[in-house]
């Protein structure tokens, strides 16, 4: 697991601890839970009655970010790297992902979750699960004990599939996405 990432967590856990040593109010919010800027002005930024209010009146034009798909993409990239086609700009990098995408959507009838998967090893996971866990105890203690099982449960389905990502090379052994690839 990433050192770099386990010392800014380690930091921002210690940030908090002192803020809610010196002060009453530290709020700290889960945007993954409630995205948005609601939970902030709302809750967190007192007396913003006027700008919570407003956020809440126009709550149609709440813009939630999507997770991205990037198998398609990594079997492009897999397949330029095999030497099967040339990818020099982001438009035909673009092209060739959705070229990849029809092909296992509308020609195999599949989705990218029909691809076999690489996923995390055991203990990089169980890393992962800790922190997660350390993190969820101190931002939202209030919270933990009535969803540990969600979380792990959440968690355990995660560590099955958008913690892992397509199989590249797997996919690229078979002789209909080589044909594929060669024919772009």
Not at 101 to 111: D, F, M, R, V
Not at 132 to 155: A, C, G, I, K, W
């Amino acid at each position: 697991m990433n050192q770099q990432y386990n010392k800014e967590m380690q930091y921002t856990f210690a940030v908090v601890q002192r803020l809610k040593e010196r002060f009453h109010n530290v709020v700290v919010i889960n945007f993954h839970n409630e995205p948005g800027t609601e939970p902030f002005f709302c809750r967190a930024v007192p007396n913003a009655t006027h700008t919570c209010e407003a956020i809440r009146a126009d709550r149609e034009a709440l813009f939630v970010n999507g997770r991205v798909d990037l198998d398609y993409a990594d079997l492009a990239y897999g397949a330029m790297k095999a030497g099967w086609l040339q990818i020099k700009s982001d438009k035909r990098m673009k092209q060739v992902t959705q070229a990849v995408q029809n092909y296992q959507e509308k020609t195999l009838k599949l989705s990218s979750s029909n691809f076999k998967r690489v996923c995390l090893l055991p203990e990089d996971l169980e890393k992962i699960w800790r922190l997660s866990l350390q993190s969820e105890l101190m931002f939202f203690p209030d919270q933990v004990n009535s969803t540990n099982n969600d979380l792990r449960s959440d968690f355990e389905t995660a560590a099955r599939s958008t913690l892992c990502k397509v199989d590249v090379n797997n996919t690229l052994g078979y002789h209909d996405w080589q044909s594929f690839f060669k024919s772009l």
